[in-house]
């Protein structure tokens, strides 16, 4: 099976050569095996049409094998599904300014969501007389990486082979050293295409990527230790941390030896169990009234690399922030002056400066065997409200009532959720539970990045679910196809109101403001006359479509054949029509003005 994922179908080439590499696009593509790439996402084009031949013809289209796509902004949304699972870079290959320019919205999204993804574009010649007349001067541009420069890490436009193998080494190593987020190679057609003038020397790719790994001094361990073993009622915002289990099962430990309250944000993965008696408030995309009033009552504040801490503390405060306050973070190293999504500058006390995997077990040992609080830490239940009648109006949470009995007691990831979806409907026990949001709020990127997600949990035993909102199924629904076409079983799901309805809300809002009807808020919103054919769209990609269900008494059916397609092999689209609607706890926080497109 390519590249070790059970039942991945390769397109295999013939006649296939073997031997040293002999164009500057072999030196490409052999580097990105020795980076043990497994997969490169693409939409052909011919600014790299020398190295989609290296891939095929000199590599034979396996380590790493190429997924086709039909668009560039889903091939970067399936690399940023991936590194969501694995913590690990798939490649990207983009055609030349424009298709660079198709994939800026996904690339924006695995920055925001702090992601590694490797993306490889490519220019026309850059040496203006070897350039095709027409075609390759609208398709090279004499900075190219300029386009996404400011949503990037790190880009490159190598001039040579030996020195594009040296970038691409660099870009992985970088794109995977935290804080994590993508990178930008662009290669130069004329230098895929001319032949070697002489064999490259050696370079061993594994003593060019070294472990970076960074601590804060041990004073600062210390000074934080200090806060926690004295604090009265101490709280710990789990923010962007690992898929590892061992750090899940660490951070339990740390929140246990504390007696410490803990709240998590649907906006990154899972990252403690929310049943657990410690966690204070369901998880939610935006701050609930009950998560505000846990900080607003802490002394000592923990935050695990929370993604907004300012705002969070604006939030739980209104003024003057009384806790004290311990960051744990990377991400500051990131932050520049074009885009926003570093948030507000929150206070602090006691700064650490590292990924909080690596600060949790030091804390730990520091704070030793101190427990404030006396929890049964084994009795947890389930915060989850009681299942829906059969009868009752068919709403996200009916949904996500009728799929967790439809999947039981399988092991389930849910790979994307919408913003209506309830955090308290469906507790999280590992950190594959659910992997988060799409980072940046681009709608659309749903299909894609649960694509990703589900190539990556082959063979995990898991059910990877991504509950799409209609208005995100629409915008990437040809993702699909690559996920049938390779196939990569998922059931998607889409909770389907038939309004980009977070819109309306705002409309609803500016309305009341200005004292204007109300009754209005639905124009320029609505997707119906004519009503789409969701279902439909789903087996246009080669999906089982299903639906529209309507009824909730219907949804065990509908998802019982859904996860049986699944299970074959296939990809399964439920069309869900619920009523528009957010929880009570969502509708207040929007109704503060939080709240994006959607």
Known sequence: MANGHPGITPETPQDVGSGPPRYGSDVVAATLRELAIPFIALNPGASYRGLHDSLVNFLGNEAPQMLLCLHEEHAVAIAHGYAKVTGRPMAVAVHSNVGLFHATMAIFNAWCDRMPVVVIGATGPVDAAK???????????????AIVRAYVKWDDQPASPQAAREALVRAAWLAQ???????YINLDAEMQEAPLAAPLPPFDVARHRPDAPVMPAPDRIEAAALLLRTARRPVILMGRVSRDPAAWAARVRLAEALGARVLTDLKVGAAFPTDHPLHA?????????????????????LSLDWVDLAGMLQIAFAGEVRARIIQVSLDHTLHNGWSMDHQ???????????????????????IGKRVAAKVSFHSATSRATTPAAADRPLDTDALAHA???????????????????????WPFHHPLDYLGSDGGGGIGAGPGIAVGAALALRGSGRLPIAVCGDGDFLM????????????????VVVANNQSFFNDEMHQERVARMRERP?????????????????AAMGDAQGA???GPVERTVDLAHAFQRAIAAVDAGRVAVVDVRVQPGYTPAMSAAMARGKAGHG
């Open 131 to 145: 350039r095709r007349p027409w075609i390759d001067w609208i398709h090279t541009a004499r900075d190219q990486g």
């Open 177 to 183: 050293t935290p804080p994590c987020a993508p990178v």
């Open 281 to 301: 408030a369901a998880p939610s995309v935006l701050m609930s009234a009950d998560g505000a009033a846990v900080v607003n009552d802490a002394d000592v504040v």
């Open 344 to 366: 507000g500058l929150p206070p602090v006390d006691v700064f650490l400066a590292a990924e909080p995997d690596a600060v949790v077990t030091p804390l730990l040992d520091a």
């Open 403 to 425: 799929l967790r009995d439809a999947v039981a007691t399988r092991a389930v990831s849910l790979v994307h959720l919408p913003l209506s979806w309830n955090g308290a409907a």
């Open 476 to 491: 990437g629904v040809t993702a699909l196809w690559t996920a049938a076409h390779y196939r990569i079983a998922l059931l």
């Open 518 to 534: 109300v009754a209005n808020k639905w124009i320029g919103q609505r997707m119906t006359d004519p009503v789409i054919d969701l």
């Open 544 to 546: 089982l479509g299903i």
